[in-house]
Every structure is written in structure tokens, then in C-alpha cells.
């Protein structure tokens, strides 16, 4: 089935851990997007690649990283998770610059 | 800065027609969007504004005008499937898109 797929659905972890949440599509797209949710709060981007071997920084980057190794994959990594961190984390990827966007389920991550 | 606003929740009957509002202020514009979101779920596509005017699509309708920052969606004969978040986002100069905070709508028997 095409689309797109994260890993893990749910996590909880301390602070102070690394953590990568991990996005995969199989529609060709070139651009990929991360985006957090938080209640009251719309979606906001992390980071997002136009095409492999390519990324940028969204409206909150500080303390994510990304990499785009190929046009499939787009890993989002914490690398020392801190509370406010805690949020449903979606992944996203689109045919262009006016293209709809397409959303991998989300992964709910809890950092205590 | 960039500001998309849409009221935060609305109510309505099964049945019956709701319409909910989305303006904005953004640097430029190269399109509006409307995503529906079930709790839980991840957001998927409604629609695609780019002109002014009215996209009608079966029970679902769009409307934009650019010189208002204005648009809406309409949402006639609901259902109580249709009880979901409704985001608005517009993309700007930079072709960056820009979500509201969502319409949390409410559909009651």
C-alpha cells in the first residue's frame, strides 16, 4: 500500500536520551516535511528536505536533527530529549511546492 | 508576522450546513489549503484555493478571496462522521505553508 510510514506509533522516554523517530515513503516525493501538534497549537515545522541531500530548518528546529540520504527516508532525531519535547510528531511529503500534503500517522512521544 | 486565524471550536446539527472562517496575513500567497483531522489521526487533504472564488467538491465547498484574506469552508448535509478538526494553511512567498490552530468541530444528533 502506497504512502507513508513512522516508526515508533508511541513512545515514552527519560530525559536526556536519544531518540529518532523514523519516516518513510514510497510515493517519489521529493519534498518531506516534520512537523509537532500540540493542543492549541498549529501544526509547526521542524525541519523539512526539498529533495535528497538537501534539508532546512522550520519555525522550531533547536534540539531536532534531520537527514535525507535519499528520497525515501527522513529521520528526525532528538538528540538529548527534553520534557518540553513531549508531542505527536508527523511526518509529511509532497509532490511540490503547491502540491496537498500527504501524513504518515503520527508518533506520540512522551519525554519525562 | 504570519498569522492564520479560524475560531477554535463550532457546534453543529446533524443535518444541517456550518461554516467556518479562516483569515489570514501571510508575506504573500501562493495558495490556501483545508485539511480534516479526526482525533488521533493525522490530517488529510480538502482542498486547494489558489484563485478566488468557490471549489465545490460533492458536500464540501472552499471559498477564497485574496484581497480579504478570506476564506471558508462550507459543509452542508452533516454527518456525524464529520465531527473532526478542520485546518487552515496558506502558503506564502517562500512557498512555506502556515497552519492555523484548527477548528475543532462539534456535530451533535
Known amino acids: 500500500i502506497a504512502g507513508i510510514t513512522q516508526a515508533p506509533t508511541s513512545q515514552i522516554l527519560a530525559a536526556g536520551r536519544r531518540m529518532t523517530l523514523r519516516c518513510t515513503q514510497d510515493?517519489?516525493?521529493?519534498?518531506m516535511y516534520w512537523y509537532r501538534q500540540d493542543l492549541g497549537l498549529g501544526l509547526r515545522l521542524i525541519h523539512y528536505?526539498?529533495?535528497?541531500?538537501?534539508?532546512g530548518k522550520g519555525e522550531v528546529p533547536d534540539g531536532y536533527s534531520v537527514s535525507r540520504a535519499n528520497t525515501d527516508d527522513f529521520p528526525l532525531t532528538l538528540a538529548s530529549a527534553v520534557p518540553s519535547q513531549t508531542s505527536v510528531y508527523f511526518c509529511?511529503?509532497?509532490?511540490?511546492?503547491?502540491?496537498?500534503?500527504?501524513f504518515g500517522e503520527g508518533s506520540r512521544l512522551t519525554v519525562l | 508576522g504570519q498569522n492564520i486565524d479560524q475560531p477554535t471550536e463550532m457546534t453543529a446539527t446533524e443535518g444541517a450546513i456550518v461554516q467556518i472562517n479562516c483569515t489570514y496575513q501571510?508575506?504573500?500567497?501562493?495558495?490556501l489549503f483545508w485539511y480534516q483531522q479526526h482525533a488521533g489521526e493525522a490530517p488529510t487533504f480538502l482542498s486547494y484555493?489558489?484563485l478566488d472564488g468557490l471549489e465545490e467538491k460533492g458536500r464540501f465547498s472552499s471559498f477564497l478571496s485574496r484581497s480579504k484574506g478570506y476564506s471558508y469552508l462550507l459543509l452542508k448535509e452533516l454527518q456525524m462522521k464529520d465531527s473532526a478538526s478542520y485546518l487552515c494553511?496558506?502558503?506564502?512567498?517562500?512557498?512555506?505553508?502556515?497552519w492555523g490552530a484548527g477548528t475543532k468541530l462539534i456535530i451533535k444528533p
Open positions: 509529511a511529503s509532497g509532490a511540490g511546492d503547491t502540491g496537498e500534503l500527504f
Open positions: 510515493m517519489r516525493h521529493n519534498a
Open positions: 528536505s526539498n529533495t535528497a541531500g538537501t534539508t
Open positions: 501571510t508575506s504573500g500567497f501562493n495558495g
Open positions: 484555493n489558489v
Open positions: 494553511a496558506v502558503t506564502d512567498s517562500n512557498y512555506q505553508l502556515i
